[in-house]
């Protein structure tokens, strides 16, 4: 028994972990070389002394008193369980420590063991895992859990107002000049953000280019108004990074509590709501939350539902208006225009579902539905005897930005024998700009391969010029808005004049869109467009009734009428 004994008090003294005896009066009688490395006390200063040397004073009490009912009632509540105190160092400082504490009996007496390893460095990961998990690391901001666990507080105790802002065109900024510059320009943001915002707010990063700003106690317009006011002149100034200034334009979506939310969810949802508005509006303004946004988001809602039930139901079809050309009105070719008919409603035109459905989840699978209707129609025209009738085919931005863009092109053109000429695919100015690189490959290769590739609505969007030569293009669609008064506007014929010579000069076709009259016709004729599609020249048709149309009329002088 005594060599056992004499093995475990050997392996206790040289073991890492500070391993102490006590005896029920609290008095130390063990005390091995990882205490002495731990709390700093020789093992001759130690034995002898109360227990309390290594317990901060404010604790001492507690622990005498937990000693004493351990003594009296025959066993320690601890025992046999790892817990973290803190514990004294000889110089005065605190430490963590991880204790586990035994208790036995010799010659009747109760006697303690503890067993204590310093945790300090895991504590510090733990504190530095706490904060990552509440902190933005590129901004230093509180990120979106901080900001829950704010809301969740503040809620619950008084009215508080919610402002969610984020930077408009901030990806091109990504796209043009690296993520690096948006790295850099999203800190240089933050800081002008917490400078306007000042010690009131909460300033927090939700991710992205998205910040949130938490004001508590304040449900006051006026003061929320002050507030955007502020924010908007911080940003006004450029940002100078990499060389360049930098502008940026903010918009802002504003909720407050209990007035617009009674949980933390329901108001990120309303200053969400309330953003989106704001983006709607033009951006680089703020927006309140009202009821009639969660309106229209709940319609919106429902709206993507059917057109989910509509693909499945195979309720879509494809309608064809002609494009003509001036010289002779022979048909130059068509446009495929997508129309639905709902159950309730009949048939509905773009304008009432299109918004929806390019955000929504089926906008690939439709698009592609669309490409391969469209080829389908073509290639039977061209058997029925209407000859290589060019079809095009407006492109969504899901489609765009999904890399398979020209296996699902090619793919149609090869199942439907298709001459890939015959197949024009429109794409938007601010469709580019959102998905510049990822389509410009696959536009290239459908361009070497014959297809056509259109810049539809030419002159509204914020494309620079530098686009048309950025892309494959092999024609421009002149928006119907400056066509409407290009018989009675100068300004409006100035652009339309400008738009055709600079496409002759790029060596592309131009076509306009949305002509009605024979006055605008008569202006595009005078100054030289080629082509052009309009009431005037066909409503859109179903493809059936279009070939049969064809056959009757092949030209399109009064197909209008």
């Known amino acids: 028994m005594h060599a056992a004994q004499g093995r475990f008090e050997q392996m206790l003294e040289s073991s890492a972990t500070a391993a102490i005896c006590a005896g029920p009066d609290n008095i130390i009688i063990s005390w091995n070389?990882?205490?002495?490395?731990?709390?700093?006390?020789?093992?001759?200063?130690?034995?002898?002394?109360?227990?309390?040397?290594?317990?901060p004073l404010r604790h001492r009490a507690a622990h005498v008193a937990g000693l004493a009912r351990a003594v009296a009632a025959g066993n320690a509540r601890l025992a046999g369980r790892s817990v973290e105190i803190l514990a004294l160092h000889a110089d005065g400082q605190e430490l963590p420590?991880?204790?586990?504490?035994?208790?036995?009996f010799e010659a009747g007496k109760p006697m303690f063991g503890a067993l204590l390893r310093d945790i300090t460095d895991r504590q510090t990961a733990q504190r530095r895992l706490e904060h990552?998990?509440?902190?933005?690391?590129?901004?230093?901001?509180?990120?979106?859990?901080?900001?829950?666990?704010?809301?969740?507080?503040?809620?619950?105790?008084?009215?508080?107002?919610?402002?969610?802002?984020?930077?408009?065109?901030?990806?091109?900024?990504?796209?043009?000049?690296?993520?690096?510059?948006?790295?850099?320009?999203?800190?240089?943001?933050?800081?002008?953000?917490?400078?306007?915002v000042g010690e009131k707010g909460f300033l927090a990063?939700?991710?992205?280019?998205?910040?949130?700003?938490?004001?508590?106690?304040?449900?006051?317009?006026?003061?929320?108004?002050?507030?955007?006011?502020?924010?908007?002149?911080?940003?006004?100034?450029?940002?100078?990074?990499?060389?360049?200034?930098?502008?940026?334009?903010?918009?802002?979506?504003i909720a407050m509590s209990p007035k617009d939310a009674s949980g933390v969810e329901q108001l990120?949802?309303?200053?969400?709501?309330?953003?989106?508005?704001?983006?709607?509006?033009?951006g680089g303004v703020r927006t309140f939350f009202a009821r009639a946004m969660q309106n229209s988001s709940e319609q919106k809602h429902r709206l993507g539902i059917e057109l989910r039930q509509a693909m499945a139901d195979q309720k879509f079809e494809l309608w064809y208006q002609p494009q003509i050309c001036l010289a002779d009105h022979k048909l130059s070719g068509v446009e495929a225009l997508l129309r639905w008919r709902h159950p309730d409603h009949g048939l509905m035109s773009p304008q009432a579902f299109i918004a929806i459905l390019e955000e929504s989840a089926i906008a690939e699978e439709v698009g592609d539905w669309i490409v391969d209707q469209a080829c389908a129609a073509a290639a039977g025209w061209k058997r029925a005897g209407l000859g290589s009738v060019r079809v095009g085919v407006n492109l969504f931005p899901a489609q765009l930005r999904s890399g398979r863009l020209f296996d699902?092109?090619?793919?149609?053109?090869?199942?439907?024998?298709?001459c890939p000429k015959q197949l024009e695919l429109e794409i938007?100015?601010?469709?580019?700009?959102?998905?510049?690189?990822?389509?410009?490959?696959?536009?290239?290769?459908?361009?070497?391969?014959?297809?056509?590739?259109?810049?539809?609505?030419?002159?509204?969007?914020?494309?620079?010029?530098?686009?048309?030569?950025?892309?494959?293009?092999?024609?421009?669609?002149?928006?119907?808005?400056?066509i409407s008064r290009i018989d009675r506007k100068v300004g409006d014929a100035a652009i339309v004049k400008a738009v055709l010579a600079m496409a002759r000069s790029l060596g592309l076709e131009v076509i306009a869109e949305?002509?009605?009259?024979?006055?605008?016709?008569?202006?595009?004729?005078?100054?030289?467009?080629?082509?052009?599609?309009?009431?005037?020249?066909?409503?859109?048709?179903?493809?059936?009734e279009f070939a049969k149309l064809y056959l009757e009329c092949p030209r399109f002088d009064r197909l209008a009428s």
């Not at 309303?270 to 709607?280: I, Q, V």
């Open 33 to 55: 070389t990882a205490a002495e490395r731990l709390f700093g006390f020789a093992a001759c200063d130690a034995i002898g002394r109360p227990l309390s040397i290594i317990i």
């Open 97 to 104: 420590v991880d204790l586990s504490l035994s208790m036995w």
């Open 132 to 196: 990552l998990a509440h902190c933005d690391t590129l901004t230093s901001l509180p990120n979106r859990n901080a900001l829950h666990a704010r809301l969740a507080a503040d809620m619950d105790r008084s009215p508080c107002s919610l402002l969610l802002l984020d930077l408009d065109g901030f990806k091109h900024v990504n796209d043009s000049l690296g993520h690096s510059v948006g790295d850099e320009l999203l800190a240089a943001v933050a800081a002008r953000l917490a400078e306007a």
């Open 205 to 253: 990063r939700l991710g992205g280019d998205e910040f949130a700003i938490l004001l508590s106690g304040c449900a006051d317009p006026l003061e929320l108004d002050e507030l955007a006011t502020r924010i908007f002149a911080s940003l006004r100034p450029p940002f100078d990074l990499a060389g360049q200034s930098i502008f940026v334009v903010t918009s802002i979506g």
């Open 268 to 282: 990120l949802s309303s200053a969400d709501l309330a953003l989106y508005s704001a983006k709607a509006d033009g």
């Open 408 to 418: 699902v092109v090619s793919s149609a053109l090869a199942r439907h024998a298709l």
């Open 428 to 482: 938007t100015e601010n469709t580019v700009l959102r998905h510049s690189n990822p389509s410009t490959k696959a536009l290239r290769k459908l361009r070497v391969l014959g297809v056509g590739i259109a810049f539809d609505d030419f002159g509204t969007g914020f494309a620079s010029l530098s686009l048309l030569q950025k892309y494959p293009l092999t024609r421009l669609k002149i928006d119907r808005s400056f």
């Open 514 to 544: 949305g002509v009605e009259t024979a006055e605008q016709e008569a202006a595009l004729v005078r100054l030289g467009c080629d082509e052009a599609q309009g009431y005037r020249f066909g409503r859109p048709m179903p493809g059936a």
